[in-house]
């Protein structure tokens, strides 16, 4: 499933969101970056994502709002023969960052 707005078209400034998320749960030491990282990248959004010391993960995930609802449920698919037990936390819409080129895994 491709993205219906990709990086090089460029996002319509008026449809970007951008998601300030936090993971509670089984979220360190299966993939969850890089599988964030993996589904962000296929449909063309930008942001990071990052382990914390207390064992939960941020992530800020943008792009049109109807790719982040895809990649919601592209992720979910990644571990559909392996559930992980997870929460979102806490989850904000907040700015979007004009500029930014991809998704990326911060340590």
Do not use: C
Request: proline content about 5%; hydrophobic content about 40%; overall charge neutral.
């Amino acid at each position: 499933m491709g993205a219906t707005t990709s990086k090089a078209q460029g996002y319509d400034p008026n449809l970007v969101r951008r998601l300030r998320l936090h993971f509670v749960g089984e979220v360190q030491g299966v993939g969850f970056r890089w599988t964030a990282r993996r589904v962000a990248n296929e449909l063309g959004l930008v942001g990071w994502v990052r382990n914390e010391p207390d064992g939960s993960v941020s992530m800020e995930l943008q792009g049109p709002s109807h790719d982040l609802a895809v990649y919601f449920t592209l992720f979910d698919r990644q571990y559909a023969s392996y559930p992980l037990r997870y929460v979102i936390d806490e989850k904000d819409d907040i700015a979007p960052v004009m500029g930014e080129r991809d998704f990326r895994v911060r340590f």
